[in-house]
T-cell receptor
Framework: DAGVIQSPRHEVTEMGQEVTLRCKPI?????LFWYRQTMMRGLELLIY????????DSGMPEDRFSAKMPNASFSTLKIQPSEPRDSAVYFC???????????FGSGTRLTVV | GENVEQHPSTLSVQEGDSAVIKCTYS??????FPWYKQELGKRPQLIID?????GEKKDQRIAVTLNKTAKHFSLHITETQPEDSAVYFC??????????FGTGTSLTVIP
């Protein structure tokens, strides 16, 4: 199993541009989580899907952020328009029924200049 | 909702000494408590976990203890080695199947 796959690994973009981060969960997992990690705030849960349905998006910082999970094997996190304060490492994680096999992806390091 | 607090934020120990990191949680219904190790530039990785029906669990040099009454759990690393240097995160799983993470402890093992 290749684990949770995220792309791209690094993204540098200019302020105002749209950014799309991608995640492929582990096959068979039915829960998917998007996190943002910064030095100041640590690991923050942005949104949580269960069986492709968003369960809790209260962590999404503002309307510029949106996430989708069109099927069990793919999710996207989109930021439009991006701002320098969005610079962070974004992790995707997946599991089965909440906590079984909970695994993080390698993360996407986003830099907005 | 759940609130997890983690202390200390930084910890330096001499190689061979023990390291202890402590976390408290607020939701008494939380029932699963994993610990993650994150090396610089890498993903958090599960190193040990404990469920609420157990008071202690050990895996070689790493152990976790859980006090449900006091709502705190701790990570213990014995005979520390330089490769133990990393950021360690505790987490609690609430009844809604969501993880709440502590703010991390940066552990430095001095050779």
């Amino acid at each position: 199993d290749a684990g949770v796959i995220q792309s791209p690994r690094h993204e540098v973009t200019e302020m105002g541009q749209e950014v799309t981060l991608r995640c492929k969960p582990i096959s068979g997992h039915n829960s998917l989580f998007w996190y943002r990690q910064t030095m100041m705030r640590g690991l923050e849960l942005l949104i949580y899907f269960n069986n492709n349905v968003p369960i809790d998006d209260s962590g999404m910082p503002e309307d510029r952020f949106s996430a989708k999970m069109p099927n069990a094997s793919f999710s996207t996190l989109k930021i439009q328009p991006s701002e320098p304060r969005d610079s962070a490492v974004y992790f995707c994680a997946s599991s089965f029924e909440g906590n079984y096999g909970y695994t993080f992806g390698s993360g996407t390091r986003l830099t907005v200049v | 909702g759940e609130n997890v607090e983690q202390h200390p934020s930084t910890l330096s120990v001499q190689e061979g000494d023990s390291a202890v990191i402590k976390c408290t949680y607020s939701d008494s219904a939380s029932n699963y408590f994993p610990w993650y190790k994150q090396e610089l530039g890498k993903r958090p990785q599960l190193i040990i976990d404990i469920r609420s029906n157990v008071g202690e669990k050990k895996d070689q040099r790493i152990a976790v203890t859980l006090n449900k009454t006091a709502k705190h759990f701790s990570l213990h690393i014995t005979e520390t080695q330089p490769e133990d240097s990393a950021v360690y995160f505790c987490a609690a799983l609430d009844t809604g199947n969501q993880f709440y993470f502590g703010t991390g402890t940066s552990l430095t093992v001095i050779p």
